[in-house]
């Protein structure tokens, strides 16, 4: 079984200490919803575990599969099958989709993929993700719009076929169609491959559509509250000032304005305009 294990985990970033001892354990075939108000350190969580280069882990473990992640470089960390959808997805001007694309599972194969496979999957995958026909020609992410970044962040998934998957407010920015095809694609992938899923979101209405099995809510660098897929409905309907109280937290600043997408504008299932 695939299992990404994080035990007691404090991570700093300059002279700034953000997670103040994360203990989470993933297991293939689970979803774990992770939310907060902003600047509390669930980004911080996702990228430490890919290796984003301004994070430093001074205290604690990240083990998948048994082995250490923290003394495995990025790449090596994506060969073992671990996946970041980025919040920001960054443009590679002169670099086409298919060539970028194709060296990444050709890095995870001993066999390169033949052309044939590789451009029928691909195919297949921009038609289901209803993305321009001509995706595999254009640079990477360059002249995309918001959306278009988002869909194609979910395009790798699914051509790179991870083991666990961390996905970081991968549905901010899209309309409530595109929300249901991200979130689609994401359940089928789920399903044919028993994917494990970390997921960042603010939205109730794509964890609605995606139903995660754990939620987690960190605020202040700590997983301050844990359940099933009741606490996202519960944090939707009433906020965190609740927690705040019952805990006696006392919230920290945002340090980014919220970011909402069209798909709260829509009325959900539970009655409550989001």
């Given at each position: 079984?695939?299992?990404?294990?994080?035990?007691?985990?404090?991570?700093?970033?300059?002279?700034?200490?953000?997670?103040?001892?994360?203990?989470?354990?993933?297991n293939?075939?689970?979803?774990?919803a992770?939310?907060?108000?902003?600047?509390?350190?669930?980004?911080?969580?996702?990228?430490?575990?890919?290796?984003?280069?301004?994070?430093?882990?001074?205290?604690?473990s990240?083990?998948?599969?048994?082995?250490?992640?923290?003394?495995?470089?990025?790449?090596?960390?994506?060969?073992?099958?671990?996946?970041?959808a980025?919040?920001?997805?960054?443009?590679?001007?002169?670099?086409?989709?298919?060539?970028?694309?194709?060296?990444?599972?050709?890095?995870?194969?001993?066999?390169?993929?033949?052309?044939?496979?590789?451009?029928?999957?691909?195919?297949?995958?921009?038609?289901?993700?209803?993305?321009?026909?001509?995706?595999?020609?254009?640079?990477?992410?360059?002249?995309?719009?918001?959306?278009?970044?988002?869909?194609?962040?979910?395009l790798?998934?699914?051509?790179?076929h991870?083991?666990?998957?961390m996905?970081?407010?991968?549905?901010?920015?899209?309309?409530?169609?595109?929300?249901?095809?991200?979130?689609?694609?994401?359940?089928?992938?789920?399903?044919e491959?028993?994917?494990?899923?970390?997921i960042?979101?603010h939205?109730?209405?794509?964890f609605?559509?995606?139903?995660?099995?754990?939620?987690?809510?960190?605020v202040?660098?700590?997983?301050?509250?844990?359940?099933?897929?009741?606490?996202?409905?519960k944090?939707?309907?009433?906020?965190?000032?609740?927690?705040?109280?019952?805990?006696?937290?006392?919230?920290?600043?945002?340090?980014?304005?919220?970011?909402?997408?069209?798909?709260?504008?829509?009325?959900?299932?539970?009655?409550?305009?989001?």
């Amino acid at each position: 079984m695939n299992k990404l294990v994080i035990k007691d985990l404090y991570v700093s970033a300059g002279d700034k200490e953000i997670l103040k001892g994360i203990d989470l354990q993933i297991n293939e075939g689970e979803i774990h919803a992770i939310m907060g108000p902003n600047g509390n350190g669930k980004s911080t969580l996702l990228s430490t575990i890919m290796g984003h280069p301004a994070y430093t882990v001074t205290s604690g473990s990240i083990e998948f599969n048994g082995e250490d992640v923290l003394k495995m470089s990025v790449d090596e960390r994506s060969r073992k099958g671990l996946f970041l959808a980025m919040q920001y997805p960054k443009e590679i001007a002169g670099v086409t989709n298919s060539d970028f694309l194709r060296a990444a599972i050709n890095a995870r194969l001993d066999k390169n993929i033949s052309l044939f496979k590789f451009i029928k999957e691909m195919e297949g995958n921009i038609s289901r993700l209803k993305m321009k026909e001509d995706l595999a020609h254009r640079f990477v992410n360059d002249g995309f719009s918001g959306g278009e970044k988002k869909r194609n962040e979910i395009l790798q998934m699914m051509m790179l076929h991870p083991k666990i998957a961390m996905l970081d407010e991968i549905d901010s920015g899209l309309d409530v169609d595109a929300i249901k095809l991200v979130s689609d694609a994401i359940l089928n992938l789920k399903e044919e491959s028993n994917l494990g899923l970390l997921i960042v979101s603010h939205y109730e209405r794509f964890f609605t559509m995606i139903k995660p099995s754990h939620s987690h809510v960190i605020v202040d660098g700590r997983i301050v509250v844990e359940g099933d897929d009741e606490l996202v409905y519960k944090i939707d309907n009433d906020g965190y000032d609740w927690l705040y109280e019952e805990l006696k937290i006392q919230p920290l600043k945002e340090e980014r304005p919220m970011v909402y997408s069209l798909g709260t504008c829509a009325r959900n299932p539970r009655g409550k305009n989001a």
